[in-house]
């Protein structure tokens, strides 16, 4: 069974950078996707990057795009959001996601999802 664990999370000022990790053990990393999605207070869970298997691909959400930087070590099991210049709208809980074969952006086509890790961001 895939397990997904997230960390890194913590509270920040806006402007400020903040990279988040995840630790995907007890399957086939490099034949896996993986993506980050969010989820501020009161509303839906946002897709925010996802990867491919061998990090040839990589799609961001809009409201990210220019800021966050999503990577991946196959060597060590881990994905990482690095994030920039962060914005109190940043503020959310991040969840890590991993599926077997091609990258989606879709909350339904991952089947191994993370605990989450909160990330807040003051003005």
């Known amino acids: 069974q895939v397990q997904v664990e997230e960390s890194g999370g913590g509270v920040v000022q806006a402007g400020a950078s903040l990279r988040l990790s995840c630790v995907v053990s007890g399957g086939a990393f490099s034949d896996h996707s993986m993506a980050w999605f969010r989820q501020a207070p009161g509303k839906g869970r946002e897709f925010v990057a996802t990867i491919s298997p061998t990090s040839i691909a990589r799609n961001y959400g809009d409201s990210v795009k220019g800021r966050f930087t999503i990577s991946r070590d196959n060597s060590k099991n881990v994905v990482y959001l690095q994030m920039s210049n962060l914005k109190p709208e940043d503020t959310a809980v991040y969840y890590c996601?991993?599926?077997?074969?091609?990258?989606?952006?879709?909350?339904?086509?991952?089947?191994?999802w993370g605990q989450g890790t909160q990330v807040t961001v003051s003005s």
């Open positions: 996601a991993a599926r077997s074969g091609a990258r989606s952006i879709f909350m339904r086509d991952y089947r191994f």
